[in-house]
């Protein structure tokens, strides 16, 4: 007799500040995490882990593009008269009280639940017992997964939800797997339509070597790094292939950092050559230009967006944190070496470091705009989340931090500054995205572009745009973002009121029509700066200081006078760069 069992995996959302989950129509960022359960769940399924005459149903539900009533899940799952679990996965902190909500109704209806992800790996792994919130969930029945789920963990969890004896916790912290040869991380083709441009995403590598307080991948995934083999990135590449799924993100947190970079950007390049290319966004160090051949291999592979941690100018806050490795000498030189070869440049940006007030950093944004060839710089509050040594320090210091943590989604202020009031805090914050995100400077991004022979004027701006709309018209982090935001009525934070159906579509329809008043005033705004750019005579012989190639004349540069330790950070790239040449070296 065949029995069945069905395996939801849901990865939740976050709050936003009215009570109610962050979905969308589409939405922008597709989850690794999602998709490396899937596919470990699918490896489970045809190994029969659960004995020969058991079938696997497996569902795979993303809260950022589909609105989730756990409710109606459980009634669907209870229907089939099927034994049935819930995992949520993925959970980081800002997403754990949503979990916790999901829990309950899933508990409520009788169904196993098991949570995993960041937060609760981050909380044991860095802190000296379980906080309140993971004794919250143990008090529902909620079993905890803390670690990685490849080389058969995930097997155990399945077999004791099958038989009834879910554990209270799974912890292999201390026990990182292999990740050569694991199953293949893969999203159903139905779950890549809900985002934008059909993107998915998986990991080549984990863990990092460095040693960043605000951190929480060394401490989750290890300081060594473990990596997929070219063989694996080839499997996953044909396996979405074989589904019309051709964009990622790579979510690697240093690709330049995986020692077998150049294989497997070969390998990619073998397989565009076969007709099977792939549309990529990876993230890199600041360093990533100086390693040979890298950029240029990246863009025959298929590189079209880098992400780099840039995270502050000023090398007094760089090394507050642990990110020495951070050379603000080759801040411009990177970039400009990304820009020449047409690739979208993504740069993270920290406001919040010992060394900031609301004045310099207004101060260092502009100096970014005027002297970096960034195209999208991103914007973070810095927070300690759980699993940092920055967090573990302030609960062991007893430094009131904020209890709610959902608002953990490095936009809202959760710590004390040691200049800088709360209030300072936030206004710094909202200050650069409006000295950054002004259609003057989007205008100055899209020529940049448009002068060089491989620029994507057009996609500068796109992406320029879509930053600056969602964060001024959503009032979200643009990386939380969407094409249409979507709402339940009754979908709100436990201890929020519901409103009533007719206050609730009055107040949706008002905020949609204003919503869709300011999107078209910015996309024709928009539509008019890349005419402008693409349709000049002199479209390439446009230059600005940004595009200036590096020169000894760099001293003169704001982003070396006005920054604090910057004088000092050219000096030794100098004397290095004379002690280099006086070896022979040079």
Known sequence: MIEQFNLLLIKPSHYDDDGYPISWWRAAIPSNTLAVMNGLARDCANRKILGPDVEFTIETVDETNTVVDPRKYARRLQHTGAKALVMLTGVQTNQFPRALDLSAEFRKAGLPVAIGGFHVSGCLSMLDEPPAELRRAWDLGVSLFAGEAEEGRLDQVLIDAWSGKLEKLYNHLGDLPNLQGAPTPILPADAVLKTLGNWSSFDLGRGCPFQCSFCTIINVQGRKSRFRTADDLEQIIRANHALGIKAFFITDDNMVRNHDWETFFDRLISLREQGIGANLTIQVDTLCHKAPRFIE????????????????????????????????????????????????????????????????????????????????????????????????????????????????DLHHVVAPHPVMSEGQWREAYAAAWRTYYTYEHMEVVTRRHASRRKGHPRKAAQYFAEFKLLYEIEGIHPLEGGVFRLRH???????????????????????????????????????????????????????????TPPSQSDTELALFTETRGGTAALAKANSDLARVHRSGLG
């Open 489 to 547: 009525r009754t979908a709100r934070r436990s201890g929020w009121k519901v409103e009533s159906r007719p206050v609730f579509l009055a107040k949706r329809l008002m905020e949609n029509i204003r919503k869709l008043l300011a999107y078209s005033y910015g996309i024709l705004r928009t539509r008019r700066i890349v005419r402008r750019a693409r349709h000049d005579p002199a479209r390439y012989q446009y230059t600005d200081l940004a595009l």
């Open 297 to 408: 291999k990246a863009v025959a592979a298929g590189v079209r967006r880098v992400f780099i941690g840039l995270e502050n100018i000023n090398p007094d806050n760089l090394g507050a944190i642990g990110k020495r490795q951070n050379r603000i000498t080759e801040y411009r030189a990177m970039v400009q070496a990304w820009l020449e070869h047409g690739v979208c440049t993504f740069a993270g940006y920290i406001i919040g470091f010992p060394g900031d007030t609301p004045e310099s950093v207004v101060r260092d944004v502009k100096v970014i705009q005027r002297e970096l060839p960034i195209d999208v710089l991103e914007f973070f509050v810095l927070t300690p989340l759980p699993g940092s040594k920055d967090h573990q320090e302030m609960v062991r210091g007893g430094v009131p931090i904020s209890p709610d943590l959902n608002r953990y």
